[in-house]
């Protein structure tokens, strides 16, 4: 069984920055490609970045991209999501979540096996 477990999440102002980071066992991390998603209030789990399995691709939401750096530490298990120049629409619970079907980045959540539980972002203006 795979576990992912995300700190790094909090209170920012607008234009802060926050690191969150994703904490993987269970399974050959470097043979999964990683992703970050985001769950606003009364909104849909929408896709933020994606990094393939050894982290040479990445990709990135529009309203994200520019702001948002996805990276992965294989040595250590963990994907990061560094957050620069937050905006208010950015407050969400963000997740991680690992596929192990392919080693490439993908931004359909249904392509993804495992979640974690969530660390809440908000950020004011």
């Known amino acids: 069984q795979v576990q992912l477990v995300e700190s790094g999440g909090g209170l920012v102002q607008a234009g802060g920055s926050l690191r969150l980071s994703c904490a993987a066992s269970g399974r050959s991390f470097s043979s999964c490609a990683m992703g970050w998603f985001r769950q606003a209030p009364g909104k849909e789990r929408e896709f933020a970045a994606a990094?393939?399995?050894?982290?040479?691709?990445?990709r990135y939401s529009d309203s994200v991209k520019g702001r948002f750096t996805i990276s992965r530490d294989n040595a250590k298990n963990t994907v990061y999501l560094q957050m620069n120049n937050l905006r208010p629409e950015d407050t969400a619970v963000y997740y991680c979540?690992?596929?192990?079907?392919?080693?490439?980045?993908?931004?359909?959540?249904?392509?993804?096996?495992?979640w974690g539980q969530g660390t809440q972002v908000t950020v004011s203006s």
């Open positions: 979540a690992a596929d192990f079907r392919r080693f490439y980045a993908t931004t359909n959540r249904a392509d993804y096996d495992y």
């Open positions: 990094i393939s399995s050894s982290g040479g691709t990445t």
